[in-house]
C-alpha cells in the first residue's frame, strides 16, 4: 500500500511491545493504555523507523503533536470471529465450554448472552491461539475476522469460523482498522496520508469518541461499532456495568441507532448506555435461553437453520400450515377496519401488503 502511494521500496522493521512480550499478565490488569503501542512509538520518535503500523483498537486515545496518526486506510470486517475445530462439527460444546479471549469486552458480552460459557484467557499471536486451540487448550476461540483476512488461509486448515453478527456482538471501537503514524513533519507524513479513506476515519473517530466520553481505555468492556450503509450510518453498542466481573452473568447497556447524520451518533448511543444495564436474565443456566422458533417449510428451515445455529442459538422449526392463496380476492373489510382502529395489522407475506395497499386507498365505512 505505501509502496504504491511512494513508489519507493518499504522496508518492514519487526518491534515487539510489552503487550507482545508479557503473555501471563491479563490485559484489564496491565498497567497504563498503550501497551501494544509504546515501544513502536518510541522507535518512530528516536528516528529508528518513518512509519509505524498500528492496530487502531490498541492505540491510546491521546497521541503525541509531534507523532499524529496521519492515515487511516479503509477498514477490513470489524467483526469477531468464533474459531471452532472443524471435527467438532462446528458448534460450541455444551456445558461449560471454554473459550479463550484476553479482551474484557469480549468476556463480559459471552457471559451475558450464554453462562454456561467459560471465558479463558488466552494471549499471544493468532497462529499462537490457534495452536493452542488444536492442543485442546480451549474449546474455540474470538478472533477479530480482520486478522484471519490478512493471515495465511492455511493457519486455519481444519478450523471451522463463524462470523458473530454486530448487533449482538459490537466490537472494540476501531477494530478491523489499521492507524499510520509518523512524524507531523515530513516525506513519510505526506505519503502516508495519500491512503487514507475519509468515511473509515469518521467511523473509527465516532467510536473513540464514544470510548473518551466514558472515560476508558482499551480495557473498557465497552462494544462500539459504526458502519455505513448506503446514505445512513449505523452503530450497535454495548457496555458492561462496573461490577460484571462479579455478576452472573453480567448486565450490558446496549444501544442501536439507525441514522443519516454521524452527528446523531455519539449522543445518542451515550445516553442509551448511560440508562441502568438491563437486568440478569431469570433463565436457569443451560436452559437454552436463546431459541428460536423458525415457521417456515423444510425448504426455508433447512436454509436458515445453520445460520442461525452457526452464532448458538437452538433452532425450533414448526410449520403447521397448509393454505391456497385467496389474494386474488378482496380482503375483509373488518380487516382495514380493525387496522385504522388499532393502527396493526400483521401480515405474512409481501402479497398480502400488497392487498391490504389497494384496500386502503378505498374510502373508510362512516362511522371510522
Known amino acids: 500500500m505505501l509502496e ?36 513502536l512509538q518510541a522507535a518512530l520518535l528516536a528516528g529508528e523507523v518513518d512509519v509505524v503500523v498500528h492496530s487502531l483498537k490498541d492505540l491510546p486515545l491521546q497521541m503525541p503533536e509531534s507523532a499524529p496518526v496521519v492515515a487511516i486506510p479503509p477498514r477490513e470486517s470489524p467483526a469477531d470471529l468464533l474459531v471452532l475445530l472443524e ?17 474484557p469486552r469480549r468476556q463480559s458480552q459471552l457471559l451475558a448472552l450464554d453462562r454456561d460459557i467459560v471465558p479463558v484467557d488466552l494471549r499471544g499471536n493468532v497462529d499462537t491461539r490457534l495452536r493452542k486451540l488444536r492442543e485442546g487448550w480451549v474449546d474455540g476461540l474470538l478472533l477479530a475476522e480482520a486478522a484471519r483476512d490478512r493471515l495465511p488461509g492455511d493457519l486455519f486448515e481444519g478450523l471451522v469460523t463463524h462470523r458473530l453478527p454486530l448487533d449482538i456482538y459490537p466490537t472494540a471501537p476501531g477494530q478491523g482498522a489499521i492507524a499510520l503514524q509518523t512524524l507531523a513533519r515530513g516525506e513519510a507524513a505526506s505519503i502516508a496520508r495519500r491512503v487514507d479513506d475519509d468515511e473509515t476515519r469518521r467511523a473509527v473517530e465516532a467510536e473513540r469518541t464514544l470510548l473518551a466520553e466514558l472515560g476508558g481505555g482499551c480495557g473498557m468492556p465497552l462494544g462500539m461499532t459504526v458502519r455505513r450503509d448506503g446514505d445512513m450510518w449505523i452503530a450497535d453498542a454495548s457496555l458492561a456495568s462496573a461490577a460484571w466481573r462479579e455478576e452472573g452473568p453480567p448486565r450490558l447497556s446496549r444501544a442501536h441507532l439507525v441514522t443519516g447524520s454521524l452527528a446523531d451518533v455519539v449522543p445518542h448511543v451515550l445516553g442509551a448506555l448511560r440508562q441502568p444495564p438491563a437486568a440478569a436474565s431469570e433463565v436457569p443456566a443451560g436452559a437454552g435461553h436463546r431459541r428460536v422458533l423458525l415457521v417456515a417449510d423444510a425448504e426455508t428451515s433447512a ?22 392463496s385467496t389474494l386474488e380476492g378482496p380482503l375483509p373489510r373488518d380487516l382495514l377496519d380493525a387496522w385504522r382502529d388499532c393502527g396493526w395489522v400483521l401480515l405474512t407475506s409481501h402479497r398480502a401488503a400488497e392487498a391490504l395497499a389497494r384496500l386502503a386507498r378505498e374510502p373508510p365505512r362512516v362511522g371510522h
Open 4 to 39: 504504491e502511494a511512494s513508489g519507493s521500496r518499504v522496508t518492514l522493521v519487526k518491534i515487539l511491545s510489552g503487550g507482545d512480550v508479557d503473555l501471563i499478565t491479563p490485559l484489564h490488569e496491565m498497567a497504563g493504555e498503550g501497551v501494544f503501542a509504546k515501544e
Open 87 to 103: 471435527d467438532g462439527d462446528g458448534r460450541i460444546p455444551p456445558n461449560g465450554a471454554r473459550i479463550g479471549t484476553s479482551s
Open 303 to 324: 436454509a436458515y437453520r445453520p445460520r442461525l445455529e452457526a452464532v448458538d442459538f437452538t433452532v425450533e422449526s414448526w410449520y403447521p400450515f397448509e393454505y391456497e
